[in-house]
């Protein structure tokens, strides 16, 4: 079955730490998307892929960086800079840049805590 | 910029009951509308779209209309049961200016009771 996986499921940082959460997909999708979620904020986007070896950041970009060497993957890296890490992340999908109409699809998400 | 205010919950209703919840857009050009579905610990998954005007999303029951002269999307069930209890977020595709980023809501938290 096509989709998209983000593993871990749980993860924890230790102070200073730097983690990566990874994003695969197997939709050929050309257009990835890391968002944070909060308790009654929404999501907000970190940082988003249109095609492979280009990103540019979201609305909350400081204290995360990303990478896009090939295209079913877009891991995200949680760096010490970011103070306040602890939340829930998810890693979405789209055929591409230019489809207003085509959905996002969603993994079901890695749950950050600090130690 | 694009946005979307979607109905504060929590919202909680019995069995049976009919659910509305409203969701208004601020948007330039015409936006592709969804309505996203989030279960307990999962990822969001899309429940229904509409990409024009006057255009009508429906699945599971659910339904919801675009409506361009108020700028709305209301979500509606007529019979809601246990299992539609979860978080329900609006969202709306922006245009070229705003590389089709998608919009949420804030989410509605909706509890069914037997």
């Known amino acids: 079955d096509g989709g998209i996986t983000q593993s871990p499921k749980y993860l924890f940082r230790k102070e200073g730490q730097n983690v990566t959460l990874s994003c695969e997909q197997n939709?050929?999708?050309?257009?990835m998307y890391w968002y944070r979620q909060d308790p009654g904020q929404g999501l907000r986007l970190i940082y988003y892929s249109q095609i492979v070896n280009d990103f540019q950041k979201g609305d909350i970009a400081e204290g995360y960086s990303v990478s896009r060497e090939k295209k079913e993957s877009f891991p995200l890296t949680v760096t010490s800079a970011q103070k306040n890490p602890t939340a829930f992340y998810l890693c979405?999908?789209?055929?591409?840049?230019?489809?207003?109409?085509?959905?996002?699809?969603f993994g079901d998400g890695t749950r950050l805590s600090i130690l | 910029g694009d946005s979307v205010t979607q109905m504060e919950g929590p919202v909680t209703l019995s069995e049976e009951a009919f659910l509305t919840i409203n969701c208004t857009y601020t948007?330039?050009?015409?936006?592709?509308l969804f309505w996203y579905v989030q279960y307990p610990g999962e990822g969001l998954q899309l429940l229904l779209k509409?990409?024009?005007?006057?255009d009508k999303g429906s699945n599971k029951g659910f339904e919801a209309t675009y409506r361009k002269e108020t700028t709305s999307f209301h979500l509606e069930k007529g019979s809601v049961q246990v299992s539609d209890s979860a978080v329900y977020f609006c969202a709306l595709s922006g245009g070229p200016s705003n590389d089709y980023k998608l919009s949420f809501g804030a989410g509605t938290t909706v509890t069914v009771r037997a």
């Open positions: 509409a990409t024009k005007a006057d």
């Open positions: 979405a999908s789209s055929l591409g840049a230019g489809l207003s109409n085509q959905p996002q699809h």
């Open positions: 939709l050929n999708h050309d257009a």
């Open positions: 948007a330039t050009g015409y936006p592709s």
